[in-house]
């Protein structure tokens, strides 16, 4: 008597090329919503992202507002707003400055908070690299060629973020399961981000084509790299999560000049350079540091 074939393995990305995926997702996401600034927003297009973001993972994910504990929304609501602050800053920095530049700026928080309380010489070592590279992009001199400061502050706001984001981030996963997590505190970064959506005159400039233009960005930004990552993290080490992580700098570079046409000066390139192999460096040699994932 014959055995009855064994069910298939559902097929999968390998993780590798999933992380690469999610990370050109990532920047691709960011490019075409930069293209949204003129007719929404930079804040418009914020509140859009976020908020389709937040609607289709609360659809997939159902998490139980009803039902949720004291110390649960005593840990998500902080995480939701830090995670709207830090995308609602990123977008007002993407106003200002090459989308390459902004990113390799906002790793700087994560980097910051890999290396922080460190006595090693090579997380010293990471964190000179991270500065020399901030040192190169700063506005130094004046002129029409200069970074604009404010843009530049705004990203490294939005990169102290995102090294609370990781931090309160930890707090909710001993609390609440990844997913609805991730969901319910996309709701309260929306929340946190619509008021000045509208403020800017959301309600007045959304058509129905924009509304799937930011569907489209709220997928290659979120949807689309959360799944691809958590896929990913379910076989690589964190170590290896943060290092492909590094290539986010160069390939937000890469897209903005494909897609933006925004050209860097070899200093900043030299800049994503320092950054990006701080961050691969500190990722190499950390011992048990998460990684950053970005929402």
Not at 74 to 94: D, R
Not at 221 to 234: F, G, K, N, Q, W
Request: charged share 10%; net charge positive; with cysteine.
């Amino acid at each position: 008597m014959s055995e009855a074939p064994s069910a298939r393995p559902p097929r999968t990305l390998p993780p590798i090329p999933a992380v690469l995926l999610a990370v050109v997702s990532v920047q691709g996401g960011a490019a075409f919503a930069k293209e949204l600034f003129p007719v929404l927003g930079s804040a418009g297009t914020a509140g859009m992202r976020i908020g389709l973001s937040a609607l289709l993972l609360l659809a997939v994910f159902r998490p139980p507002l009803a039902r949720l504990t004291r110390a649960q929304w005593a840990a998500v609501i902080p995480y939701g707003v830090v995670l709207g602050t830090m995308n609602l800053s990123f977008y007002k920095a993407l106003e200002r400055i090459p989308l390459g530049l902004a990113v390799t700026l906002e790793f700087v928080g994560p980097l910051a908070l890999a290396v922080f309380g460190s006595r090693r010489a090579s997380d010293f070592l990471w964190a000179v690299l991270a500065a020399a590279g901030i040192a190169l992009i700063a506005p130094w001199r004046g002129g029409a060629s200069a970074i604009d400061p404010l843009g530049v502050l705004l990203a490294l706001f939005a990169g102290a973020c995102w090294a609370a984001y990781i931090v309160l981030g930890g707090r909710v996963s001993r609390v609440f399961p990844g997913g609805q997590s991730v969901a319910t505190g996309m709701l309260f970064g929306a929340l946190a981000v619509l008021p000045f959506s509208f403020a800017e005159g959301l309600a007045s400039r959304l058509t129905p084509p924009l509304f799937v233009a930011s569907l489209a960005v709220a997928l290659l930004s979120s949807a689309v790299p959360y799944t691809l990552e958590m896929m990913a993290l379910r076989v690589l080490s964190s170590r290896t999560f943060g290092i492909l992580m590094s290539l986010e700098p160069a390939v937000a570079a890469l897209s903005g000049l494909l897609f933006l046409h925004e050209q860097l000066g070899w200093t900043q390139w030299l800049a994503l350079v320092f950054v990006s192999a701080a961050s691969a460096g500190a990722a190499l040699t950390a011992r048990r540091v998460p990684a950053p994932v970005e929402a």
